[in-house]
């Protein structure tokens, strides 16, 4: 994983995208690091890169599956099966 400490961005794809180009920063990805340490031995480094069209995808899936399961538990439960 590289750092880029002190780094001068001066390229027009690095600057937050300007208040008109709403489809534009939507499409512009995002980017999340994490690094866990575990005693000294084990080192888990994690990046995730998503856009926030890509965040309202997941978030759509994830309620879906969550709205669904009750039906599922209640037809589970039905006695007969």
């Known amino acids: 994983m590289s750092e880029h400490k002190g780094d001068v ?3 027009a794809d690095h600057l937050p ?3 008109g180009s709403v489809s534009r920063a939507l499409s512009i990805p995002q ?9 000294g031995r084990v080192i888990v480094d994690a990046e995730v890169k ?3 069209l890509g965040l309202l ?6 309620t879906a599956i969550l ?5 599922i ?3 589970a439960r039905k006695p007969g099966r």
Not at 57 to 62: D, I, R, S, T, Y
């Open 9 to 11: 961005v001066t390229t």
């Open 17 to 19: 995208p300007t208040a």
């Open 31 to 39: 980017t999340a690091r994490s690094r866990i340490n575990i005693a």
């Open 50 to 52: 998503t856009t926030p």
């Open 57 to 62: 995808a997941v978030g759509g899936l994830v």
């Open 67 to 71: 709205l669904s399961v009750p039906p």
């Open 73 to 75: 538990i209640r037809a």
